[in-house]
């Protein structure tokens, strides 16, 4: 009985076009689009540029030896460079700076200055060039007349330019804001195959549909119909969400870490979440379809937006500012599962994440089918 | 006028699913111009870079004052020393600098051991280099007053660094309002105005014709002694006034959110002219979908992957800027790549200047241009299809 049911769920699911475009179509030309959209910052570095600057060429600039030598050390070629310098006149540097070809003007006085046309992070750092300057000369300076012992040894020190930061890591996963899209994506068509447990539920109550009457005049235990159907309906979206996975992983490079058996798991935990989803809207929402269709978009859009679908760093400022929506949001526990294979070594979030999606499901589940059993019809 | 009147009555049965892109649009335009700060143009403000300091050196007074004078210099959110939440803040910038002062670390440096700060960061980034100089700084100036200023304790040291460190280079801004633009809330609104606009015109234009084209509707309509002529006339002028409609009601929203700095501006009537061109463009797009579908399923299909193609493409979604030349390539046939590269100089102009103009012009053109492209090649298809 298992496989005659299966069988012919299998083919009127696949069968419904507008589902296999929403639920499989839409999702890959999204992926599409995200990859277009991101495909000049993903795997890239936000690469450090010197800082173009300009610095009026006056007298006070060049008697001032060692500020020359400060500023031929900072914009001097290599891996060090900080400042790519222009030297020019008053005029020529503010025409510079309004064309935005510099960031900053430097003006040698009593103190130096800086003229800038914005605030900004490249700005900053000019400010903060300056400011070293300015300190260094005051830290010298304070030295020298309070110990003026070994002014040798001192300016020795100065030069040794040492550097007392080391970097670290706290995971081999480089950051990379844009993979989060592409999780939230797949989170979403796992969702979506809610729209496949919808259709099952108006298929099988025998006031939705002639389908459902007709069946539930059958003398197959409705426990049994409502698995097999279910089984049909998990199958369709996993394949749905396999071949997106292929494509985001073989086509569009995708990185997801190694671990492709993990990766599979995650679908099938997500496929089983929409399929509840689905299942638990059809049965609890006593409305036209198209509402019920409407109430399912809605749910899966809101949770997928939480997650971070639209806005990279949404799911993030959940998890921090409403901790809870972040655990009972299955397309966020989705995505931070894939999120959590991708960053850490070890899989014990992973499985967190696993382990309550399967909860919701099964609440879901369980819930649906108390509502769904025993229900008797006067007439048909 | 009865196909007039009917084009609203049709109208307001649908009004729910048209009026939601706008609804969303306006949701999260007042949402993000409520968190947006308020933001003083004429001062110079230093990049606070948004940073995590993690100080297991305890009570030192020279690790507490390093801590200290990140504190003033950089947006510090506090994060507890847990690895798995530090990670999960620099994966999504919610810190751009993770600073780890090791335990011991201020008596090592002071017996002159190596040690160093450790930190977590994006490599390379331009953030990280400028918390690392801030670092650098510190100790460096702490190395020197330590080594050869005498004897003095770790408190006195701390603060006669921190009195070194207190000179500030005088910065004078330039006439900011040029640059300054970008940051502004209305920028990111006439963005995505182009989605909002785009998806609302588009459902409505589109369930209007599929709601008179049915077979037997039309049929009847054929029928009727109002000439063809003065129907499809009755229903342009529907199409107009709804999309005239819609484009006011986004107009005037931006007036309500924006209302003094979008006037101050004095480039509203720009804005005005380029997002009624690609309204315009809107329309000419919905004619072609409601005459090309049949079913509901069908029509929200078109609408969502033409508003989202076109819109992530186009450069509405994220900026010209970040696009990759390739897609720009492709985005230059889509209207929408205009509509958004006319929507970016407006908001770089400092002044209108007729110089400063002509590119704008140019662009608002090429949308038309589109537009009647488009509306042309609807037409001939309808024209091909009732011969058939």
């Excluded at chain 1, 492709?260 to 929402?285: D, E, Q």
């Excluded at chain 1, 806005?311 to 995505?335: E, F, G, Q």
Aim: glycine residues 8%; hydrophobic residues 50%.
């Amino acid at each position: 009985m298992f496989m005659h049911i299966y069988k012919y769920r299998l083919r009127c699911l696949a069968r419904d076009r507008e589902m296999v475009f929403w639920t499989l179509i839409f999702p890959l030309i999204l992926a599409t689009m995200f990859h277009f959209a991101f495909d000049q910052l993903m795997g890239r570095q936000e690469a450090f540029r010197p800082i173009r600057t300009a610095v009026v060429a006056s007298d006070a600039y060049r008697q001032n030896v060692a500020f020359r030598q400060a500023l031929d050390a900072l914009s001097g070629p290599g891996e060090g460079q900080l400042i790519e310098l222009t030297v020019t006149d008053d005029r020529e540097a503010r025409r510079l700076l309004a064309d935005g070809a510099v960031a900053g003007v430097i003006t040698v006085g009593d103190p130096i200055g800086l003229t800038v046309s914005q605030s900004g992070i490249e700005q900053s750092i000019l400010k903060a060039v300056l400011d070293e300057y300015a300190h260094r000369y005051a830290t010298v300076t304070g030295i020298l007349e309070e110990h003026p012992a070994d002014p040798g040894g001192l300016l020795w020190e100065l030069g040794q330019m040492r550097s007392y930061t080391q970097q670290i890591s706290f995971s081999s996963a480089e950051p990379d804001t844009t993979l989060n899209f592409f999780y939230a994506l797949i989170a979403m068509t796992c969702l979506y195959g809610g729209f496949l447990g919808l259709r099952n539920t108006t298929d099988v109550q025998a006031d939705l549909s002639p389908q459902g009457a007709r069946r539930s005049v059958a003398p197959t235990h409705k426990l049994g119909v409502v698995l097999y159907d279910s089984a049909a309906a998990l199958t369709i979206s996993l394949a749905e969400v396999t071949v997106l996975l292929a494509y985001l992983m073989l086509a569009l490079r995708v990185n997801f870490g190694n671990q492709v058996w993990y990766v599979l798991l995650t679908s099938l935990a997500g496929c089983i979440a929409g399929v509840s989803l689905g299942a638990f809207i059809g049965t609890f929402v006593r409305k036209s379809e198209n509402a019920k269709t409407g109430i399912l978009i809605g749910t899966t859009m809101t949770m997928s937006f939480l997650a971070g679908l639209m806005i990279d760093t949404m799911k993030h400022t959940i998890a921090r500012k409403a901790p809870v929506l972040s655990y009972i949001n299955p397309a966020a526990l989705i995505t931070d599962a894939f999120y959590s294979l991708y960053v850490f070594a070890s899989h014990r979030r992973f499985f967190l994440n696993i382990g309550l999606l399967l909860l919701i499901s099964g609440a879901m589940c369980t819930l649906s089918f108390l509502r769904l059993r025993r229900d008797r019809y006067a007439s048909l | 006028m009865q196909v007039f009147k009917a084009y609203f009555k049709v109208m307001r049965a649908s009004a729910g699913a048209i009026s939601i892109y706008i609804a969303i649009f306006l949701g999260l335009s007042v949402a993000f111009s409520l968190a947006e700060a308020p933001q003083e143009a004429e001062r110079f403000a230093q990049t606070r870079t948004p940073i995590a300091v993690i100080n297991r050196d305890g009570d030192a007074s020279l690790a507490q004052g390093l801590a200290g004078y990140l504190a003033d210099t950089s947006r510090v959110v506090p994060y507890p020393d847990d690895p798995e939440k530090l990670q999960d803040a620099l994966f999504f910038r919610d810190v751009e600098y993770i600073a780890i002062i090791p335990a011991g670390f201020s008596a090592d440096f002071l017996s002159g051991r190596d040690c160093a700060v450790q930190n977590v960061t994006v490599s390379g980034s331009i953030s990280s280099r400028y918390v690392d100089m801030r670092i650098d700084k510190y100790l460096r100036t702490a190395r020197l007053r330590h080594q050869y200023g005498g004897d003095q304790s770790q408190e006195e040291l701390a603060a006669t660094v921190r009195a070194d460190l207190a000179q500030e280079t005088p910065v004078t801004v330039l006439s900011s309002s040029a640059t300054n633009g970008s940051e502004r809330g209305f920028v990111f609104y006439y963005r995505y105005f182009a989605y909002a606009v785009l998806a609302t015109i588009m459902m409505g234009v589109s369930s209007i014709m599929m709601a008179f084209n049915k077979p037997d509707l039309r049929r009847r309509n054929l029928c009727a002694p109002i000439p063809a002529r003065s129907a499809n006339l009755q229903l342009a002028a529907g199409h107009t006034i709804f999309a005239l409609v819609c484009w006011s009601v986004l107009v005037l929203c931006s007036f309500v959110l924006y209302g003094r700095s979008l006037l101050s501006s004095g480039l509203v009537w720009l804005y005005c002219l380029n997002t009624l061109a690609f309204t315009v463009v809107s329309a000419s797009i919905g004619f072609l979908v409601g005459s090309s579908v049949r079913s509901t399923g069908a029509q929200a299909g078109a609408v969502n992957v033409i508003a989202n193609g076109m819109c992530f493409i186009g450069g509405v979604f994220v900026p010209q800027s970040i696009l990759s030349k390739k897609v720009l390539d492709v985005g230059r046939f889509l209207p929408a790549y205009w509509y958004v590269k006319a929507n970016d100089a407006i908001s770089g102009l400092s002044r209108a200047t007729a110089g400063a103009l002509l590119p704008i012009y140019g662009d608002v053109l090429i949308q038309l241009a589109f537009a009647a492209a488009i509306f042309a090649t609807t037409l001939l298809l309808t024209k091909e299809r009732q011969a058939e």
